[in-house]
């Protein structure tokens, strides 16, 4: 008699923290096919789903030490899954916002008939640049998290990956297409700010003391975002709220933290 779980033995070992880690790859990847359809809503409905997968993101640790678990890859299991959320997630949505493909190719050398005609768009070179500065920049991070022990630290060395997407969807819920804003200025400030997540800055956890501000900080910004989705103009009051929050987290904490102030 066949045995099927037996055959299907890999399924039997996920635990509850393997279910919250899969539900935001999950969500992360359905972000993913938001922006791919590329309309305002869906850029909006695709910036909703990312703090989503924040504050599951941050419960499967917890899950983990009450549950436990049957196997030993779940922070590997837990990278991939981040690495779909908040590396490929967000540079694809940089991409998508600040792309603009009624300017031409960034660079093209060639013409139709393959001629030499090198041109360029300073704008795209900018959009795609930051992308893929996002995408690169936190596979690395993530990478060196599994195999390093900043699980086990009382902060974050660098900006974490989740932080740099609450960035790149606090700013670009405002200063994007969706709002018929187009600058270079924003994507080149993203694609700076990625550059903190290979510092060594100290960065709170959402634990102890941080847990219930930082996940303030998320709600509020999802309240903004859905707002905004519903076109009220209340978002617009909301949304420097979010900013703030996040500016406390991005530069105010990692100062605190770096004079002793939580020790």
């Known amino acids: 008699m066949i045995n099927l779980k037996q055959i299907f033995r890999p399924l039997t070992l996920i635990s509850y923290a393997d279910m919250a880690t899969l539900l935001s790859a999950s969500l992360g990847f359905l972000a993913i096919t938001y922006m791919i359809d590329g309309n305002e809503k869906s850029y909006i409905v695709a910036m909703l789903i990312l703090p989503l997968c ?55 050398i060639f013409d139709d008939n393959f001629d030499v005609n090198f041109r360029y768009n300073i704008d795209n070179i900018v959009a795609i640049s930051s992308a893929l500065l996002i995408a690169i920049l936190s596979i690395i991070r993530l990478a060196n998290f599994t195999i390093g022990v900043q699980g086990s630290n009382e902060y974050f060395s660098g900006l974490p990956s989740p932080g740099l997407t609450m960035f790149i969807v606090v700013i670009s819920i405002k200063y994007s297409q969706i709002n018929d804003f187009n600058s270079s200025i924003v994507p080149f400030s993203i694609g700076l700010v990625s550059l903190l997540t290979a510092s060594t800055i100290p960065y709170a956890k959402a634990r102890k003391q941080f847990k219930f501000p930082i996940l303030f900080g998320l709600i509020v910004l999802i ?31 990692p100062l605190l933290i770096l004079n002793n102030y939580f020790d």
């Open 54 to 108: 924040a504050i599951i993101d941050g419960m499967d640790g917890a899950l983990a030490r009450k549950f436990g678990t049957k196997h030993h890859y779940g922070k590997y299991l837990d990278s991939i899954s981040d690495s779909i959320c908040f590396g490929i997630a967000p540079s694809i949505l940089v991409y998508s916002l600040y792309y603009d493909l009624d300017k031409g190719p960034a660079i093209d």
């Open 223 to 253: 309240i903004t975002i859905v707002l905004r989705y519903l076109e009220q103009a209340l978002w617009l009051i909301v949304w420097p709220l979010a900013l703030l929050l996040y500016l406390v987290y991005f530069l105010v904490l």
